[in-house]
């Protein structure tokens, strides 16, 4: 049969094990443990640690829209990261291209940094830089596209097949797409991370994470992880996943065209600088991002100019919520510098462009008018001069 359409994906495939009752909904499985068949038989589900019938159904789901050989439930987006960066080993090195995530380099600096594997930040991330850099230490080379905060777009496939070259893996956060707008292994990519917390959940009332694998090998590593390490995503959690997912694609239809409405406001506003958002045809990622993504997506990013008082602005808003968090029905905005990447070493946020001026906006479902008034009341509030 044809492969059948994302949308219809989304929607189908999280029922696994329809029961006798003959259920629409995936069940709600509580059971920490599960009846053996025999003194000595583990076949069947055991323990819930290892195998709970409510995650692997939320983990089939995601199987289905990365297209992965396996995919795994986290208790959160970090849990997921933490899962990854646990399969290397003292001495290995793991490339970080520009920004990412700001507990990203928190994780690799309070804890793996003290089991000897170490990271670095490449500020300049053109192809030949990631190569030059590229040395018998390295183990993979990790990256969001676009990027956390600055939206900067990294050519998947170009710097998965340099990676293969070099035996090394490629390691994609795709938090800010989800798979309904990107699916990076099939660009090549050998593992993916997602907060599930984000778009997938959706409603900012949930905290997970999902780690996606292309081979049996990384398979059975991640699988080794999450079982001991002990880091799963609860039964509830995977539960309401299986239910926002159903809607990520008409979500994300509704909060990209808001998102391209509110980018060409900022781009016109005299207010802003400069607009970080691949969807506008002037920005420097776009090219790459039509191709490999399905659009631009619903975050952006801006520059607002030195006339304009930053604590004014946020603190005039009336519609949008400050605070962290993205991908959420309702819209949210943030100052990066002073929160989610406080941690990050000055020389990095200077380089990679995580400035005092600069601003995130997870696009939301409100109407796109209603975001641009708020947006412009505060700009009215917060100018100097
Ligand atoms: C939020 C986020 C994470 C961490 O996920 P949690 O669910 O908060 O642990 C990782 N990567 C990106 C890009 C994120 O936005």
Redesign the pocket.
């Known amino acids: 049969m044809k492969d059948r359409d994302i949308l219809t994906k989304l929607v189908h495939s999280g029922q696994t094990l329809v029961t006798e009752a003959n259920e629409v909904v995936e069940p709600i499985y509580l059971s920490a443990t599960f009846r053996q068949k025999g003194f000595s038989d583990l076949s069947g589900y055991g323990y819930a640690r290892s195998n709970n019938p409510t995650r692997e159904a939320l983990e089939h789901l995601m199987e289905a829209l990365e297209g992965a050989q396996r995919s795994f439930g986290f208790?959160?987006?970090?849990?997921?990261?933490h899962a990854v960066f646990s399969l290397f080993q003292t001495g290995d090195k793991i490339l970080i291209l520009g920004d990412?995530?700001g507990?990203?380099y928190d994780v690799l600096n309070n804890i793996f940094e003290k089991y000897g594997i170490k990271y670095e930040v490449l500020t300049e991330t053109g192809i030949e830089k990631i190569e030059k850099a590229i040395t018998e230490k390295v183990g993979a080379i990790y990256f969001?596209t676009p990027s956390?905060p600055t939206l900067t777009v990294h050519d998947i496939s170009k710097i998965s097949r340099l990676a293969k070259a070099h035996h090394i893996l490629t390691i994609v956060?795709n938090?800010?797409m989800s798979p309904y707008l990107l699916r990076p292994l099939a660009l090549g990519v050998d593992i993916v991370?997602?907060?599930?917390?984000?778009y997938l959940g959706g409603h900012s009332d949930l905290?997970?994470?999902v780690v996606s694998v292309r081979n049996r090998e990384l398979e059975e590593k991640i699988k080794e992880i999450q079982a001991h390490g002990g880091g799963i995503m609860q039964p509830f959690d995977a539960y309401l996943l299986i239910r926002s997912i159903k809607t990520l694609g008409v979500r994300l239809n509704q909060q990209t065209a808001s998102a391209e409405k509110i980018a060409v406001f900022l781009s016109n506003h005299e207010a802003v600088a400069g607009v970080h958002y691949p969807g506008l045809p002037t920005d420097k990622g776009y090219e790459i991002q039509m191709r490999q993504a399905k659009n631009g997506g619903g975050m952006i990013s801006f520059e607002m100019n030195e006339n304009y008082d930053m604590e004014k602005f946020f603190d005039s808003l009336q519609l949008l919520i400050v605070g962290?968090?993205?991908?959420s029905v309702e819209t949210l905005i943030s100052h990066p510098v002073s929160t989610?990447h406080d941690n990050v070493p000055d020389k990095w946020k200077q380089a990679l462009g995580i400035t005092d001026r600069l601003i995130r906006i997870s696009v939301g479902l409100e109407a796109a008018d209603d975001i641009i008034a708020d947006i412009e009341q505060a700009f009215k509030a917060a100018r100097i001069h």
């Open positions: 208790a959160s987006g970090m849990a997921a990261i990412v995530y507990g990203t969001e956390n956060d938090t800010f991370i997602e907060s599930a917390t984000k905290i997970g994470g962290g968090s993205l991908g989610s």
